[in-house]
């Protein structure tokens, strides 16, 4: 079965500061990977998506992230965090053999970013 | 712009009365889009895949007498969730995608049981 951890359920940093958000994920054939932006009452946005090819994998609002499969990892990172960062993050995973469509959640991260 | 749109937004209604809430895929055909429920300060929990033309995929713990999909076009399904109570106030939030592309979500529905 798949699933995604999220370590942290909340996160605080500085205006400026780094911002590293960790997602882990469990599967036995490499996943579809992403992570979506939710603001308050709002539906989900998408950051950025892992599929095949690059490692590394540059999203909007300067957000990027690393899948690292020895690590079972899809960590989200931005250099310098900005007010407008404050939000709900999801790591999400999607089993490409299963013929399953649906994406599986991690319990989410909330990020404070203080000025 | 949207690709997804959900609708109403928010709605109230009181106990054991039915809503129904819209999701529409704006400028693709979506023959299978997915409703999810949020709990407050939770994560995102998949109800159901919708097919159209057919019936829906409920998960385990989901009662499909409770809430009805009907997934009767390629861009509008609708989540009805009948005879309501408190416990279903909740956040739902319906998603869909093109072929070989990320799923897009609707803004969600909040919806309260009085």
């Known amino acids: 079965a798949q699933s995604v951890t999220q370590l942290g359920s909340h996160v605080s940093v500085s205006e400026g500061a780094l911002v590293l958000l960790r997602c882990n994920y469990s599967?036995?054939?490499?996943?579809?990977l992403f992570w979506y932006v939710q603001y308050p009452n709002q539906g989900l946005q998408l950051l950025l998506k892992?599929?095949?090819?690059?490692?590394l994998v540059k999203g909007i609002n300067g957000f990027e992230a690393e899948f690292k499969k020895s690590e079972t990892s899809f960590h989200l990172t931005k250099p310098s965090a900005h007010m407008s960062d404050a939000a709900e993050y999801f790591c999400?995973?999607?089993?490409?053999?299963?013929?399953?469509?649906?994406?599986?959640f991690g319990s989410g991260t909330r990020l404070q970013v203080q000025p | 712009g949207a690709v997804v749109s959900q609708h109403p937004s928010r709605v109230i209604c009181k106990s054991g009365t039915s809503v129904k809430i819209e999701c529409r895929s704006l400028d693709f055909q979506a023959t299978t889009m997915f409703w999810y429920r949020q709990f407050p300060k939770q994560s995102l929990m998949l109800m159901a895949t919708?097919?159209?033309?057919?019936?829906?995929?409920?998960e385990q713990g989901v009662e499909k007498d409770k809430f009805l999909i009907n997934h009767a076009s390629l861009t509008l399904s609708t989540l009805t969730v009948t005879s309501a109570h408190p416990e279903d106030s909740s956040f739902y939030i319906c998603?869909?995608?093109?072929?070989?592309?990320?799923?897009?979500f609707g803004n969600g529905t909040r919806l309260t049981v009085t």
């Open positions: 599967s036995s054939v490499p996943p579809y």
């Open positions: 919708s097919n159209e033309g057919s019936k829906a995929t409920y």
């Open positions: 892992y599929t095949t090819g690059a490692t």
């Open positions: 999400a995973v999607r089993i490409m053999d299963t013929g399953r469509r649906a994406l599986t």
């Open positions: 998603s869909a995608s093109k072929i070989n592309s990320p799923l897009h």
